[in-house]
């Protein structure tokens, strides 16, 4: 499986992750961040890990950017940009 998804990145993602999962382009970005991460965290040569302070570090800076968009998603999923839906809190 590693193995597939280090021939197919960046080049061939679509290969990669699951159609049914029906990314917005714009979390595409996020998918190939962490798809990313999880290469260089299998990479069979260990000079080449990442600190657990990098991966803390891009995993943030992934959630993060993932939250931005969240409210974008949200709106487009529904078709309405929200009218009508009651939010409980």
């Known amino acids: 499986?590693?193995?597939?998804?280090?021939d197919n990145y960046?080049?061939?993602l679509?290969?990669?992750i699951?159609?049914?999962m029906k990314l917005p382009e714009n979390?595409?970005?996020q998918a190939k961040h962490g798809i990313e991460l999880g290469l260089m965290c299998t990479d069979q040569s260990i000079?080449?890990?990442p600190s657990l302070n990098q991966i803390s570090h891009m995993i943030n800076k992934v959630y993060e950017s993932c939250l931005e968009l969240a409210p974008q998603n949200h709106k487009r999923s529904?078709?309405?940009g929200g009218k009508g839906h009651k939010h409980v809190q």
């Open 1 to 6: 499986m590693i193995e597939y998804v280090r």
């Open 10 to 12: 960046p080049k061939n």
């Open 14 to 16: 679509h290969k990669v």
């Open 18 to 20: 699951d159609a049914r």
């Open 27 to 29: 979390m595409f970005d």
């Open 47 to 49: 000079s080449k890990h």
């Open 78 to 80: 529904h078709g309405d």
